[in-house]
């Protein structure tokens, strides 16, 4: 996603491609490779169906109808998958482990991620004229659990910034709850001229959980405060002008030293957010999605 914000369409597609080609069988992926080998044979239902996600924004941004036909089968099989873990109370088993047993636990961060899979999914679907009330009914019980169920996600991540802001980015809690749910913790997780703890009891500061609450905050239509969240990350880049993964505070030491590829990207995500740089801009925009 970052690549085509970037305008590297060639890059993507070859990205897309290489998804396509190592699909597993039942719809999902091994959550880690390198090099193409297999590093990691977990199946992550989040990561699985985040396919959707991309394929919807490369579509948005290039109007390549050609490209969303030749995934369209991949994407298909990837919501299939997570949608088969998913529990009668709407919440979603967050993975497969390698001996092949599902771990029944239910990440709101992951399935916060498979609501907006879904929802770009149920728009590609649209666009196809391929009627899918199997996903929309999957989409229903997992906003209901999202909105209205929290003790079904059973795996504690309170103390991370994402179980905080990710229902609100993906648009499964938006108007006046929005609000309530990002002034609430607003001071638990955000350091004020400097940006985002990844975890609320550390003094690290990461640039991605930054950048992902400009779209949060950006998808609720409060662009004055995402660009001065924005605004804060500015001059924490290296020499070649690319991001830094975090930092510790508040001695402003630089944490980790690794260059990050999905950083900057996210970075780029945001950008596009405040600046319209792209047709996809407001991809997570409760406003755009409310008009679907």
């Known amino acids: 996603m970052g690549l085509v914000v970037g305008g590297d369409f060639e890059s993507a597609r070859r990205a897309y491609d290489w998804l396509r080609a190592v699909q597993l069988a039942d719809g999902s992926w091994f959550s880690a490779y390198r090099q193409g080998i297999v590093e990691d044979r977990t199946r992550e239902t989040n990561m699985s169906a985040y396919i959707a996600v991309g394929v919807f924004h490369y579509w948005r941004v290039t109007g390549d109808h050609r490209f969303l036909s030749s995934m369209w089968d991949t994407v298909c099989r990837a919501i299939d998958f997570a949608l088969r873990h998913q529990h009668p109370g709407g919440e979603i088993a ?20 498979i609501y907006m899979s879904l929802k770009c999914a149920l728009a590609m679907a649209a666009e196809r004229n391929i ?9 229903l019980r997992l906003e209901d659990a999202i909105r209205n169920r929290p003790t079904r996600f059973n795996m504690t991540k309170s103390r991370f910034s994402m179980d905080w802001f990710y229902p609100v980015l993906c648009g499964a809690v938006t108007g006046d709850a929005a609000t309530r749910r990002m002034e609430r913790q607003w001071k638990k997780f955000v350091v004020e001229g400097l940006g985002v703890r990844c975890v609320s009891d550390q003094p690290w500061v990461t640039i991605a959980e930054s950048s992902e609450l400009v779209l949060a905050l950006s998808a609720m239509g ?33 944490w980790p030293e690794e260059k990050i590829t999905w950083t900057n990207a ?27």
């Open 222 to 254: 409060d662009m004055e405060k995402a660009q001065i969240v924005f605004n804060w990350l500015s001059e924490h880049v290296f020499e070649d002008g690319t991001f830094w993964c975090g930092f510790t505070f508040p001695d402003m030491t630089r």
């Open 266 to 292: 996210v970075v780029l995500m945001a950008a596009d957010a405040l600046f319209d740089l792209t047709p996809a801009a407001q991809l997570f925009s409760h406003a755009g999605w409310a008009k679907r």
């Open 94 to 113: 967050w993975a497969v482990s390698p001996q092949g047993e599902v771990d029944p636990m239910a990440l709101l961060t992951g399935c916060s991620s």
């Open 131 to 139: 009627p899918k009330p199997a996903w929309r009914e999957g989409l």
